[in-house]
Nanobody, 116 residues
Framework: QVQLVESGGGLVQFGGSLRLSCVASGRIISFNTMGWYRQAPGKERELVARITRDGSTNYKDSVKGRFTISRDNAKNTVYLQMNSLKPEDTAVYYC??????????WGRGTQVTVSS
C-alpha cells in the first residue's frame, strides 16, 4: 500500500496559479501510473491528469494547455502545475496511485478554491 499526502492547495484569484504536490511513502511509485483527480461539491470525482511510469500523460479536455502533471521518481513525488485557473477549477484535488496490477491508493485531498 502507498500512503499519499497532497499539499499546495489554497485560495487563488481567477487567472492565478498553484502547484500541487503529492508525496508518496510506503512503497516507491516508479512503477505506478499516477493521477490527479478532483471533486467539486455535488459532483462526481473526475480525472484531471495522469502520468504513466514511462512519462506519457493525458489530461481532461478543459485543463489542456493550462495544467501540467509531472513526476520525480527520485523524490517519490508527483506534481500538478495549474495555471490560468478558473472558478470552475474549484474542487478538492486528490492524488491517486495505480499499481501495475490495478490497485488504487488515494490521498486525503487538498482544497483548491478559485475566486472570480
Amino acid at each position: 500500500q502507498v500512503q499519499l499526502v497532497e499539499s499546495g492547495g489554497g485560495l487563488v484569484q481567477f487567472g492565478g496559479s498553484l502547484r500541487l504536490s503529492c508525496v508518496a511513502s510506503g512503497r516507491i511509485i516508479s512503477f505506478n501510473t499516477m493521477g490527479w483527480y478532483r471533486q467539486a461539491p455535488g459532483k462526481e470525482r473526475e480525472l484531471v491528469a495522469r502520468i504513466t511510469r514511462d512519462g506519457s500523460t493525458n489530461y481532461k479536455d478543459s485543463v489542456k494547455g493550462r495544467f501540467t502533471i509531472s513526476r520525480d521518481n527520485a523524490k517519490n513525488t508527483v506534481y500538478l502545475q495549474m495555471n490560468s485557473l478558473k472558478p470552475e477549477d474549484t474542487a478538492v484535488y486528490y492524488c491517486n496511485a495505480r499499481s501495475p496490477w490495478g490497485n488504487d491508493d488515494w490521498g486525503r485531498g487538498t482544497q483548491v478554491t478559485v475566486s472570480s
